[in-house]
């Protein structure tokens, strides 16, 4: 996806999401730390000039709530959550970049929970990838794409990246890279001078005495 392919996914999930509701009372944008809380703001700008209404906009971080917590890192990296609003009653609108396993949307319901009780709570994702893991399916999608599990899915977004755009590439090509390179470094650590030892023979000792 580029960027014109981007922004026209947006404008077509704002729109859904205002008719899907009825329009906008009560409603709530919550994005997903680090890219759907930048789509979640996209989107609530959208809302905001179809409706000419502001959209409360908060974001989430899942991090001590992933159920792979211990595997992913010993000193895992917490950007806070910032939920500016109350959410009791109020129809959640959670947003990510990719929609995959489903195991993040878990985490980010859970979290979400833990502020309060929102009269419901529905999913927005600019791409569905598949391979879900947990029954969990998306409301509103910008495009769906076959992929296989050994692909990785990049989204790009201009705030944090400089660019709009989304990068399906194989995990195969990045591994034989990193192996290629460990290699060399591997080659590198072999070509090390290593220090000479002589060793004394007992007539050198005899003569040295």
């Not at 599990?149 to 990246?161: M, S, T, Y």
């Amino acid at each position: 996806m580029g960027e014109s392919d981007i922004r026209r996914a947006l404008v077509r999930i704002a729109h859904e999401i205002i008719e899907k509701n009825r329009g906008i009372k009560k409603l709530g944008l919550i994005g997903i730390k680090r890219r759907g809380d930048f789509i979640a703001r996209r989107l609530a700008e959208r809302i905001q000039q179809s409706e000419g209404v502001k959209i409360p906009i908060g974001a989430l971080d899942i991090t001590l709530y992933r159920d792979d917590l211990q595997l992913v890192s010993e000193t895992p990296i917490i950007e806070g959550t910032d939920i500016p609003f109350n959410i009791n009653k109020k129809m959640i609108i959670l947003v990510d970049d990719v929609l995959y396993t489903g195991r993040t949307i878990r985490a980010a319901i859970e979290e979400i929970l833990d502020f309060g009780r929102p009269k419901a709570i529905q999913l927005a994702v600019l791409l569905d990838r598949g391979h879900r893991e947990l029954p969990i399916q998306a409301d509103f999608v910008g495009k769906k794409v076959p992929t296989e599990k050994n692909e990785i899915v990049d989204v790009f977004v201009k705030e944090l990246d400089g660019k709009d755009s989304v990068v399906v590439h194989y995990y195969k090509k990045e591994k034989a890279k990193k192996e290629k390179r460990r290699k060399k470094s591997r080659i590198k650590l072999l070509k090390e001078a290593k220090p000479k030892v002589e060793q004394l023979t007992m007539p050198d000792i005899k003569k040295d005495r």
